[in-house]
Every structure is written in C-alpha cells, then in structure tokens.
C-alpha cells in the first residue's frame, strides 16, 4: 500500500514538473512572437 502511495505521488510530481516545462515553452514563443510582430 505504501508503495503504490509513493508511486502515485512521485508521479503527480513528475507530471506537474512536465507541465510546468511546457507552459514555459510556449510561454517563451508567445514572447518571441510578441518581439517578432
């Protein structure tokens, strides 16, 4: 049981952790667009 719990919340973690990478990219485009128009 602990052993499923601690999956679960290391996942959260490395899912939260890919989410956050990717609004940063596309925050990074919206910048370069912003620059480029």
């Known amino acids: 049981m602990k052993e499923m719990i601690r999956g679960m919340i290391r996942n959260t973690i ?3 952790s890919d ?3 990717v609004q940063e ?3 990074a485009k ?3 667009k912003g620059v480029e128009e």
């Open 25 to 27: 990219r596309s925050n």
């Open 19 to 21: 989410i956050i990478i």
């Open 30 to 32: 919206l910048k370069k």
């Open 14 to 16: 490395f899912g939260l």
